[in-house]
């Protein structure tokens, strides 16, 4: 079953047309990767999923229903989560507030805290040791991990990852991929923006490659690897 479906989608940004007819589907227990060169309309379309921006024209769909121009709030209450690129944590907050800020304010959302607190804990063990910590004061990738927790603290339907590996040293990035593959292996629904291509279509089913701020091929890894468009992507 179809979780999220994008429909056309155009959206600007700084006074351009950043995604331009843009039409893709995430589904239930499926890793589905966008990648693109820097500035291919990639993040803004993630915004545009999670209700931060509003798309110019086209819809977002959510289960078969219409949701287009849904709030933040909205798309977080309906369970589509946006870990942000940056990752956009609270520095001078400890490791485990930041967390916290994942359960959001919901009914019930107290009574879950130690349970989510221990599962994530158990995805990064690392974290146990610094739940007292600045959170500035980590490394980028135990930043990461952070930000990544604190995503899952709300048990998304649907998690969306915008570049991941931004910034980190090519060691942090294998060790951050191999956690979102465990999640996928988990069967949870994943969404990943990515430049690193390789990276990202080792754990994908499915991707989408964007250039220009449209979709310019699709299809399962295998099928992506010798494809002109991802080449010119990212070669030109």
């Given at each position: 079953m179809t979780i999220i479906a994008t429909v056309g989608v155009c959206a600007s940004y700084g006074?351009?047309?950043?995604?331009?007819?843009?039409s893709i589907n995430v589904r239930e227990a499926e890793?589905?990767?966008?990648?693109?060169?820097?500035?291919?309309?990639?993040s803004t379309l993630?915004?545009?999923?999670?209700?931060?921006?509003p798309p110019r024209r086209g819809n977002v769909q959510l289960y078969?229903?219409?949701v287009t121009g849904w709030s933040a709030r909205s798309a977080f209450r309906h369970g589509v989560v946006l870990c942000p690129e940056g990752?956009?944590?609270?520095?001078?907050?400890?490791?485990?507030?930041?967390?916290?800020?994942g359960?959001?304010?919901?009914?019930?959302?107290?009574t879950l805290q130690g349970e989510r607190l221990e599962e994530v804990e158990e995805l990064f063990p690392v974290l146990?040791?610094?739940?007292?910590?600045?959170?500035?004061?980590?490394?980028?990738?135990?930043?990461?991990?952070?930000?990544?927790?604190?995503?899952?603290?709300?048990?998304?339907r649907l998690l969306i990852l915008d570049e991941p590996s931004l910034g980190l040293a090519p060691l942090l990035v294998d060790q951050v991929f191999s956690i979102i593959e465990r999640l996928v292996t988990s069967k949870r629904s994943?969404?990943?923006?990515?430049?690193?291509?390789?990276?990202?279509?080792?754990?994908?089913?499915?991707?989408?490659?964007?250039?220009?701020?449209?979709?310019?091929?699709?299809?399962?890894?295998?099928?992506?690897q010798s494809s002109p468009a991802l080449m010119r992507a990212f070669l030109g």
């Open positions: 006074g351009r047309t950043a995604v331009d007819e843009v890793c589905v990767a966008l990648v693109g060169a820097n500035g291919a309309g990639k993630l915004r545009v999923i999670a209700g931060i921006r078969g229903k219409d990752r956009q944590l609270f520095p001078h907050m400890t490791v485990r507030e930041n967390l916290l800020l359960l959001g304010r919901e009914r019930g959302a107290r146990r040791g610094r739940a007292r910590q600045a959170a500035g004061t980590l490394s980028g990738g135990e930043q990461q991990m952070v930000a990544l927790g604190r995503a899952l603290m709300s048990h998304p994943v969404l990943v923006a990515e430049q690193n291509v390789e990276a990202s279509l080792t754990i994908a089913g499915r991707a989408y490659v964007l250039e220009g701020g449209r979709v310019t091929a699709n299809g399962t890894p295998a099928e992506l």
